[in-house]
């Protein structure tokens, strides 16, 4: 699972899990996250804040990054 928090009003992967705040969580998983960008369902309940379609393009691409450099280091 990645958090999800709120970071200068813009939404943020929280790798550490040391945001303050209330923070969201989204499987790793492709099939789920492909699942988020499609939704229909403007509020990211567990934050309280909307997110664009732009917000949520964003957080899928930070959470790709973030695996790609576990992998290069050879964590999975």
């Not at 699972?1 to 705040?21: C, F, S, T």
């Not at 567990?46 to 973030?66: E, F, M, V, W, Y």
Request: contains cysteine.
């Amino acid at each position: 699972m990645v958090r999800i928090a709120i970071v200068n009003d813009a939404p943020a992967i929280d790798e550490k899990r040391l945001i303050a705040g209330r923070g969201g969580y989204l499987h790793r998983d492709e099939a789920c996250l492909q699942k988020f960008a499609r939704s229909k369902v403007k509020e990211f309940r567990s934050l309280r804040r909307k997110l664009t379609p732009d917000d949520r393009r964003q957080i899928i691409g930070a959470i790709h990054n973030a695996a790609g450099e576990l992998e290069t280091a050879g964590i999975r």
